[in-house]
């Protein structure tokens, strides 16, 4: 498989399917490791990175998910465009971009697996799957993780558990996310007061594009800060005890909006709908604002014919480095915006 591949095709997360999905979009588990006596990557230089990569690529590549068919890049040889378009799709972080050295990334051909090599860590797991699915996630990433853990030797503490670059990741190395769409919440007026709730329970509230990002498009991920002291099972259990009351708020709130809010709903939705399907020049942050309409639109019914993947997809493939890889060729940002317009009226009409 090659990078260009994955133009052609809709990754496994924005399916729209799943457990509980006209809410969640995605589930998410992440796991940081690194190698025992090896100069952890935001320490070493670029001959000890070549040297930790040199160990990992082998046995990442064997992988019973990867070797059928996996993507293997090595971040020095991919052009801007491509890993922008990376980061986009969730399959790497920004600081795997933004910081040089010998870094690398696998991808599954599906794009349910991805890790990076030598980001913050040696190596950077990750499970995404489409719905309300961490129980599937963890089930995923711990066999991937006990198959790495047979070729390599983990740094590894009998009190602190997994050693990590960043403290907050010590422990099991675990970050579980969950990401939802609550245009209810926020249409209500609850969402600052859910948010609070959350934060206070320990968990953290993001953006679409995870760490760093705002929400946009009232797209919320969640995920747990703590890592130390509790068991994957245990951060894995809470995180779905809270995830499931925002998930009845919400659909709570979406019952108001259609028995006593109607008329404000139906302008909202069909405003939106109107002008993404007769724009010719669109900005990414107004088209992820509509997109959000529309699919809450989808979702309770109002509009039909219009699959909840074919919105999904639309709030990737309108990204600039997406919009770019389609045309293949560089644009700038006035011809993005022709583009998606483009690319928006051809999805929906």
Same mark, same amino acid.
């Given at each position: 498989m090659k990078i260009n591949d994955l133009v052609k095709q809709t990754s496994g997360w924005l399916k729209g399917v799943g457990p509980n999905s006209e809410i969640v979009f995605s589930s998410r588990v992440r796991l940081a490791r690194n190698l025992e006596k090896v100069l952890f990557s935001n320490w070493a230089d670029k001959e000890k990175q070549e040297e930790a990569l040199a160990i990992l690529e082998p046995t990442v590549n064997a992988l019973e998910q990867i070797k059928d068919n996996g993507l293997y890049l090595k971040m020095n040889d991919v052009l801007n465009v491509d890993k922008q378009f990376l980061v986009e799709r969730h399959l790497i972080s920004r600081e795997h971009i933004t910081k040089s050295g010998a870094k690398a990334v696998v991808i599954s051909a599906d794009e349910t697996l991805s890790i990076m090599l030598n980001e913050e860590d040696h190596l950077r797991i990750q499970i995404l799957l489409p719905g309300f699915a961490l129980d599937e996630c963890w089930n995923k990433i711990e066999q991937c993780d006990t198959a790495l853990e047979k070729k390599l030797s983990f740094a590894f503490s009998a009190k602190w558990g997994y050693l990590t670059a960043c403290p907050t990741n010590t422990g099991t190395g675990m970050r579980a996310s969950v990401m939802l769409h609550l245009p209810a919440l926020v249409m209500t007026k609850q969402i600052n007061r859910v948010i609070q709730a959350i934060v206070k329970l320990g968990l953290t509230v993001r953006g679409l594009f995870g760490e760093g990002t705002e929400a946009a498009g009232n797209i919320f991920q969640i995920s747990n800060q703590v890592s130390l002291g509790?068991?994957?099972?245990?951060? $894995?259990?809470?995180?779905?005890? %809270? @995830?499931?009351?925002?998930?009845?708020? #919400?659909?709570?709130?979406?019952?108001? +909006?259609?028995?006593?809010?109607?008329?404000?709903?139906?302008?909202?939705?069909?405003?939106?709908?109107? $002008?993404?399907?007769?724009?010719? %020049? @669109?900005?990414?942050?107004?088209?992820? #604002?509509?997109?959000?309409?529309?699919? +809450?639109?989808?979702?309770?019914?109002?509009?039909?014919?219009?699959?909840?993947?074919?919105?999904?997809e639309l709030f990737i493939l309108t990204q600039p480095a997406h919009l770019q890889k389609l045309e293949g060729k560089t644009l700038n940002a006035q011809q993005r915006d022709v583009k998606r317009a483009e690319l928006i009226r051809d999805k929906i009409k």
């Open positions: 509790r068991s994957e099972e245990e951060i $894995i259990d809470n995180i779905k005890r %809270i @995830i499931n009351q925002v998930i009845e708020y #919400e659909q709570n709130a979406r019952q108001v +909006l259609c028995t006593k809010n109607t008329s404000s709903l139906d302008d909202q939705v069909w405003r939106s709908y109107g $002008i993404l399907k007769n724009a010719h %020049i @669109i900005s990414s942050s107004e088209t992820i #604002e509509l997109l959000s309409n529309v699919r +809450l639109g989808c979702d309770v019914g109002l509009i039909k014919g219009l699959t909840r993947e074919v919105i999904n």
